[in-house]
């Protein structure tokens, strides 16, 4: 089935020549989630950026296509691009203290892209903000409405930000470890409320993480990124039954909490990686024979 998002052979580099992403693709279909997984630096959150358009200047894509809903987003001037990103996708960031702006309060910041992008009347996108915060199950919305970021907890942030993502009806969300700056156990309650809201809604979910507890918790299927590359897509059950790749073998390996969704993963060893890294090139070889 071809993905509501398809990545084709995508490849980033640094500017000055080094590979970031080497020929990566995958697909998230309608409605489903998709776990992106593996070691920091592997190249997920690039991935998520080359979707999103926002690759930091240091990078380019020199080659490959993304399909966003049946267009290939390479195709398009690169107005037009934002346009339909901005129509169909949305981001839960990493960190929700950096992602607000300290300086303005929250109702703003919920409505502006429902007012400046989507064109919307500023009472029909308060009212929506109003019905989101609710939907995420924040006391009193129309107070928060007029907090500042700093006035509120972590966790409070993360669901402003995911009230966000959402508050456009995106058919597309990207989430980037959003868990990772908060404590256990709010990680474990923002967990939950997005694969809550995911199913409400139907949205198409890229669930970026190096945790395959979350991973098994909350996709359908996975990608694993080994230093910039795909080395396995898989079905959720499929893979933790029997992993194909050495690397993500040895990934679960190093995971015996996997079904603890608070549960992170353990480094795996110099020696196990690189071991790995030499059967990873024996694999490939044999794939590219
Ligand atoms: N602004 C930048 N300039 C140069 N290189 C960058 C930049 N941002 C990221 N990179 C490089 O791109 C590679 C992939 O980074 P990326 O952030 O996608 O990894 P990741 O798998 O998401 O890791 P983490 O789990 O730590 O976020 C890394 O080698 C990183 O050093």
């Known amino acids: 089935m071809t993905g509501f998002l398809s990545i084709r052979n995508l490849t980033v580099r640094l500017k000055n020549g080094a590979s970031i992403l080497r020929s990566v693709s995958l697909e998230v279909s309608a409605g489903q989630v998709h776990g992106l997984v593996g070691e920091s630096g592997a190249g997920k959150s690039m991935i998520g950026k080359a979707v999103l358009g926002t690759l930091p200047r240091a990078l380019e894509v020199t080659g490959g296509e993304i399909w966003l809903d049946g267009t290939n987003l390479m195709a398009l001037s690169a107005t037009e691009r934002r ?5 169909t996708a949305a981001l839960i960031p990493q960190d929700p203290l950096t992602a607000l702006n300290p300086s303005k309060r929250i109702g703003p910041q919920i409505t502006r892209r429902l007012v400046d992008i989507l064109g919307w009347s500023r009472k029909d996108a308060e009212a929506r903000a109003l019905e989101l915060l609710a939907e995420v199950h924040i006391p009193d919305p129309a107070r928060v409405m007029r907090n500042y970021p700093h006035e509120l907890s972590g966790g409070m942030r993360q669901r402003i930000l995911i009230a ?11 989430a ?14 923002i967990i939950r409320l997005i ?7 139907g949205t198409a979910l890229l669930f970026v993480t190096h945790d395959l507890g979350v991973v098994s918790k909350v996709c359908d299927t996975l990608s694993v990124l080994y230093a910039g590359k795909v080395v396995e897509d898989a079905r959720m059950h499929r893979f933790f039954m029997r992993p194909i790749h050495p690397y993500s073998a040895a990934l679960l390996a190093a995971t015996p909490t996997y079904t603890d969704p608070t549960g992170s993963l353990s480094p795996v060893s110099s020696e196990v990686i690189a071991a790995v890294e030499a059967e990873v090139a024996q694999h490939d070889a044999r794939r590219a024979r």
């Open 83 to 87: 346009r339909r990103i901005g129509a």
């Open 164 to 174: 966000s993502a959402f508050a456009a009806e995106p058919k597309l969300i990207i």
């Open 176 to 189: 980037d470890e959003p868990t990772t700056a908060l404590d256990v156990t709010v990680q474990r309650q």
């Open 195 to 201: 694969a809550d809201m995911q199913a409400r809604h």
